[in-house]
């Protein structure tokens, strides 16, 4: 198997080291400072860069004056000793980046896809627009992050029923790709992805990520960490019923948020479409005590302005109706516009290098 020659499998504490080089950017961090920010002892941490030297994952930035007179030695990430490529698998399209250490974008791909085509037919799509990248990756490839449409099951990377296409069930999508990629391949929901990526980019706290595109699904992190839940379904944020015998739904049940946010964008009532977006978004705000709404898809992208409007609005409602310490959530755009899902998908691969995989 081709792939990265980095070692799997780090110790937690190189994992904190390589965090804070990564996050320090070009302009560094000293030893003495990466003793102090992880709690290590300078010994330890002179091992630790010393092998990350070796491995050429980190290397001198230059000097930089210390309190202790002497100058000391930044060190900095090497951002290309390692890559991932990340891709956004939609109902009718399909994204594709090959991404730095650092989470830079070094390449992006684009393509039509329709997943109603049949699983073979959507392989072959995926293998010809990743394949390229994947090359590009080389030996320094750690490997391929997939964010797909939900439910599905990450820790087998196998689709259960995506919403408008039944025959997905139990696809085993993780490793179809993997044996014709050639390199690892992890397999998250679409929501998962970008959230993840949004928490690795330095969103912290507890937040949650709402995609509306062809679907709608919520990514959750909870102090920092995705929530996946026991069986990885958490987040099936689209199918929760807020009309009782509302219109039917893909899914099957009626009146999910889902298909009433759908409903609203095809019919062109963007008002509408955002405050329902903004009632899902209000019970998850009761439900988790979050402290930011992030708003991403190409739905939300087409259309940023009244979407926020929309959904603080109702979230201002609630805060407004709870009294007391209740202060309104901020409702915000997430960054990365439509190459969020792809870019959170690299990081599936990138994220447990720097101690930020999770359940
Ligand atoms: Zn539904």
Redesign the pocket.
């Known amino acids: 198997m081709a792939g990265a020659n980095l070692p799997a499998m780090r110790s937690h504490n190189t994992a904190l080291v390589l965090d804070l080089l990564r996050t320090a950017g070009e302009g560094g961090i000293s030893r003495l400072e990466l003793a102090e920010r992880t709690g290590l002892t300078p010994q330890a941490v002179s091992k630790i860069t010393a092998r990350l030297r070796e491995e050429g994952l980190a290397a001198e930035a230059g000097r930089r004056a210390s309190t202790g007179g002497k100058p000391a030695t930044v060190l900095r990430l090497v951002p290309d000793a390692g890559h991932a490529v990340g891709i956004q698998l939609d109902r009718d399209e399909l994204r594709a980046v090959l991404v730095e250490l650092d989470g830079t974008v070094v390449a992006a791909r684009h393509a039509e896809v329709d997943l109603g085509a049949g699983a073979e037919a959507v392989l072959g799509a995926v293998v010809e627009l990743a394949g390229e990248l994947v090359e590009r990756g080389g030996d320094t490839l750690l490997g391929v992050g997939v964010g797909a449409p939900g439910p599905l099951d990450h820790t087998h990377g196998v689709l259960h029923r995506v919403?408008g296409f039944p025959e997905y069930d139990g696809f085993p999508l993780r490793d179809a790709l993997a044996e014709r990629l050639g390199v690892p391949v992890v397999v998250d929901k679409d929501s998962n992805a970008a959230a993840l990526g949004l928490a690795v980019g330095g969103e912290g706290g507890s937040f949650a990520c709402l995609l509306l595109g062809t679907g709608l699904g919520a990514g959750l992190v909870i102090g920092d960490t995705v929530h996946r839940g026991a069986r990885t379904g958490a987040g099936e944020f689209?199918?929760q019923?807020v009309q009782l015998d509302g219109p039917p739904?893909?899914?099957?049940?009626?009146g999910?948020?889902?298909?009433l946010c759908l409903a609203a964008v095809a019919r062109g009532d963007v008002a509408e479409a955002a405050r329902v977006l903004g009632v899902g978004a209000s019970n998850l705000a009761g439900l988790l005590d979050i402290d930011l709404v992030l708003l991403g898809g190409r739905t939300i992208a087409a259309a940023p302005e009244p979407f926020v409007r929309g959904v603080a609005a109702v979230l201002d409602e609630r805060a407004r109706r709870e009294g007391g310490l209740g202060t309104t959530i901020p409702v915000r755009v997430a960054p990365g516009g439509d190459r969020g899902v792809a870019e959170g998908a690299a990081q599936l691969l990138l994220a447990p290098l720097f101690g930020r995989a999770d359940g």
């Open positions: 919403t689209g199918h019923v739904c893909h899914c099957g049940d009626r999910c948020i889902e298909a």
